[in-house]
């Protein structure tokens, strides 16, 4: 990230008050932190590098890199000192950079020239949202915070509150999956969530360049990574839960209580819960926090109670008839609250049931914020544009297929991109799919399996393969597919191997275009699992790849060839 977008001026700190936040103890010297980092790569001069026990590697064996582009201190763990104390042993021979401390105390006696003193404290991770907080001059507690977290629709939702925030007069500010956006200023994204030390460096910057509110997806790693602490979002949003990253959590159970963690008063003031799936019902009782519920279940509900003090959901989403908005495939619905005296007019604008999830979603937030319903209708009536997410590439004619990229990558999800796709899509729809290496391999057969309930037919190809062999993922989805032809739940017809992605769209979309010019009308082409992501990474290199265009390249070369 470009550091003058990253990093915002400040005076910073002085090294003795985060020593005394961090709980680090014995003396320091009197300098000042202007900055901080996890990442040795990124330091800055003047900032604290803190040197974590990571999955693979101790931070702490790059910490002469970050004091080499001028970290003037180190906060690590007992491990990490003993790593540094190691490599100052052997720097005394080979004249590297090098700091002594002991463990729990703060002091320094290295080499002259590359003497920087360490906080040595039971957890880093766990005070480096603190300490990160304090050095930019706390500047979550100067904006309006929303933070949305949940498996799917994340990012839409906050799409959905930014550009109804802007619509209302607020300056916005948004870090998501996509993005980071200051203003008309933007940066791409590595993660959903940053790490602590950017997360409170980016909303420093956010505040100096004049914003009121800041929109944010909080990822249940980054729950259970610390990288939101020292933020109390004044609302946080659920959306939902289903499978995904359970290579990480390990179980629903854990993945669910990483999330809750974001409706405790540490974190946040106040919560908006859509209790259609059972997480969400579960969450209200856990939740600390006070908490509005909502949900787009049919009510009155033969539905389990939300709570299990029996309460009743607080708004409601009822179907408004009429006409589609703007001759679109979005959906007009009512808001209405339990007490009957007050109803919002809206709509999504985006397809699929699951958009009217998270617009109503995206409303009762701007509700909980103080925004009058009246404006919030307005706000709202104002069509988001969300990259790679049900995005229209070739909207299709009578013959010419029409191509969507959605960023569909859980089981859930597909299941619900498929079933918005079909009742628009005259002819067959056909899904182009994989799965992500490197992530939960226990959604990739119940990923196929979706698929084939929905779409006609499924190709089945490459996501990011990361370090794993992607035929064999693909055998994997596959297998899920037909396994659905099995037990009789497909409406499948064919499940190819498509092989490689640019290959697996060419051949969808020739399959398209052959099919529309004699069928029932014009097939729909889904490719899901990329949406906005420009690259495709293959054993550690991220190589350009964009669906949008390979859809759009595809088109062309069937066109010439077919027609
Ligand atoms: C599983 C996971 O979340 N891992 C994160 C974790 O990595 P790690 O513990 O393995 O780090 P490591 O490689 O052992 O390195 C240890 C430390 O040394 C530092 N280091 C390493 C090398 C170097 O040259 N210099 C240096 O300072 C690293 O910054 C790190 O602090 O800490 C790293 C540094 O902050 C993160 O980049 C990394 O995210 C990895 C890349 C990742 O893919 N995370 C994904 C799963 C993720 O976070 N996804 C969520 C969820 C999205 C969703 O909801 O769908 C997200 O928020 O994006
Ligand atoms: N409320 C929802 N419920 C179920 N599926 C959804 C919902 N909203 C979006 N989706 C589907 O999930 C996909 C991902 O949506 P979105 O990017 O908004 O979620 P996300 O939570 O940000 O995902 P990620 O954390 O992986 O970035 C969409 O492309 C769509 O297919
Ligand atoms: N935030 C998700 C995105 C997955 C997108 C999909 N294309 C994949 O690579 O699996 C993750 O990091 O697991």
Known sequence: MPPDLIRPSTSGVSLRALAELSGAAGPVPDLRVTGASLDSRTVLPGDLYAALPGFNVHGAQFSADAVRLGAVAVLTDAAGAAVIRGQAGSADSAGAPHAAHSAHSAHSAAPPGTEVPLLVVDDPRARLGQLAAAIYGDPGADLTMVGITGTNGKTTTAYLLESALRALGCSTGLIGTIETRVGKERLDSSHTTPEATDVHALLAVMRERGADTCVMEVSSHALDQHRVDGVVYDVALFTNLSQDHLDYHGSMEDYFAAKARLFTPERSLSGVVCVDDEWGRRLIDRATVPVTTLTTLPTPTSEPTPTSTGAEVDWSVVPRRGAAVDGASGQPFHLVHRSGDRSLSLASHLPGDFN????????????????????????????????????????????????IVDFAHTPDAIDVALAALRPSTRGRLIAVLGAGGDRDRGKREAMGRAAARHADIVVVTDDNPRSEDPAEIRRTVLAGARSAVTDGSAVAREIIDGGARSRAI?????????????????????????????????????????DREAVRTALRAAERTIR
């Open 506 to 546: 060419s051949s969808a979309i020739a399959m398209a275009l052959r099919g529309s010019s004699g069928s029932d009308g014009a097939d729909t082409v889904v490719v899901l699992g990329k949406g906005h992501e420009k690259g495709q990474e293959v054993n550690g290199v991220k190589h350009p790849f964009d």
């Open 356 to 403: 009217v999830a998270n617009t109503a979603i995206a409303a009762v937030a701007l509700l909980s914020l103080g925004h009058e319903p009246a404006r919030v209708e307005a706000a709202l009536a104002v069509p988001p544009s969300v990259p790679g997410r049900m995005e229209v590439v070739a909207p299709g004619g009578t013959t010419d297929p029409r191509c």
